[in-house]
Structures are given as structure tokens and as C-alpha cells.
T-cell receptor, first 111, second 111 residues
């Protein structure tokens, strides 16, 4: 069964304190791995898609990386506005456009 | 574009009542997805459509749930009769490629 596990469940950082979020996955054949950000009371907002091991994507203070078993979302020098829940999802080959989500990491960045 | 539009944003109803949630996808997108999000189970895919045709409804919890997409710009998710355990945030998302774009959600409370 395809599965996505995110860790930690929650993370509290001081402003400027870099860290990483983990997304481990088990899927029959990975077509794509997706990162979303979700603010309270809002829908998930797309961040990145990664397709193959070794691929990296960057956006401002965020960098996503992918291996054959997991993905990391690195946050460099975070700011309070980076506080949100970060969701990881996988898409398997043959499961047309269907995403399986992890339960997310709740990130709080304190000034 | 206005993004994915959902209505109502909040719905409070009593057990046994019929509930209808509405979604307008982004113009030009050919996939539409309905998700449910709860603290316990995270974000779960209920059903998705391609070109207005239901492709996979394996996530629909039971016969009380039904979804329709009469045209490319409108979809409904109906719960009849509603139960307290249906209380959750329901999201609609649309895509034309791999990336899904989410609406703001409908927070449903069944008393």
C-alpha cells in the first residue's frame, strides 16, 4: 500500500535557525513527489514537484530534495512568516493524478 | 484567474439533514478532486473527475456521499443524511497537469 510519513509532527524554531522536514514514502513506482504549504483556515498551496532522485528545487528560503526513499524540505534562516503546516504528497505511476498525502509537519518560527 | 472557488465557506447543520458543497474549478482545468481533512486522518481523497467523468470514487466513505460534475465549471458533493462524524473541512482542487490547486475549503459542522 502506498504510504507517506512525515516527521516531525511539529517543529518550533527560532527566527534564523535552519532545519529540515522529512517525508518518507513507500510507493509502487514514484511518478512525482509534491510539497504544499497550508496556513490555518486556508487550502494547501503548491510549493514544489520533484520527479527523480537527486533532483532539487528552491524557492526563497526553502529547498526540496529527493532520494529513492524520502524527501527533505530544508528551511534556511526561517522567518515568522514561514510558520505553517507543510504537507508532502506522492503520485504513483498508473494512479492518474491521484495524490496520497502525509499528515504534515506543523512549523512554528518564533521571532 | 480567481482560483478554485468553494461555497459555502462554513456550514453548520443538524444530524440527518442534507448538505451540498459546491466547487468551481479553475477555467481550463480538466481534473477536479474532492478531499476531506480532519485532525485524525489528515487530507483524504474522496473522488476525482476527468473531463466531468468520475474516475475514482474509492475514497467515498459510504453511500451517504455522492458527487456530480454536470459541466466543466461546476461540481457538487452531497451528504445525505449527514452525521456528526462527517464534520471536517472539505476541499476541492483542480489541475490540468500534475499540479493540483486547492480551494479555500468548506468547514462542515454536523451537530
Amino acid at each position: 500500500e502506498d504510504q507517506v510519513t512525515q516527521s516531525p509532527e511539529a517543529l518550533r524554531l527560532q527566527e534564523g535557525e535552519s532545519s529540515s522536514l522529512n517525508c518518507s514514502y513507500t510507493v509502487s513506482g514514484l511518478r512525482g513527489l509534491f510539497w504544499y504549504r497550508q496556513d490555518p483556515g486556508k487550502g494547501p498551496e503548491f510549493l514544489f514537484t520533484l520527479y527523480s532522485a537527486g533532483e532539487e528545487k528552491e524557492k526563497e528560503r526553502l529547498k526540496a530534495t529527493l532520494t529513492k526513499k524520502e524527501s527533505f524540505l530544508h528551511i534556511t534562516a526561517p522567518k515568522p512568516e514561514d510558520s505553517a503546516t507543510y504537507l508532502c504528497a506522492v503520485q504513483a505511476w498508473g494512479a492518474t493524478n491521484k495524490l496520497i498525502f502525509g499528515t504534515g509537519t506543523l512549523l512554528a518560527v518564533q521571532p | 484567474d480567481a482560483g478554485v472557488i468553494q461555497s459555502p465557506r462554513h456550514e453548520v447543520t443538524e444530524m440527518g439533514q442534507e448538505v451540498t458543497l459546491r466547487c468551481k474549478p479553475i477555467s481550463g482545468h480538466d481534473y477536479l478532486f474532492w478531499y476531506r481533512q480532519t485532525m485524525m486522518r489528515g487530507l483524504e481523497l474522496l473522488i476525482y473527475f476527468n473531463n466531468n467523468v468520475p474516475i475514482d470514487d474509492s475514497g467515498m466513505p459510504e453511500d451517504r456521499f455522492s458527487a456530480k460534475m454536470p459541466n466543466a465549471s461546476f461540481s457538487t458533493l452531497k451528504i445525505q443524511p449527514s452525521e456528526p462524524r462527517d464534520s471536517a473541512v472539505y476541499f476541492c482542487a483542480s489541475s490540468e497537469g500534475d499540479t493540483q490547486y486547492f480551494g479555500p475549503g468548506t468547514r462542515l459542522t454536523v451537530l
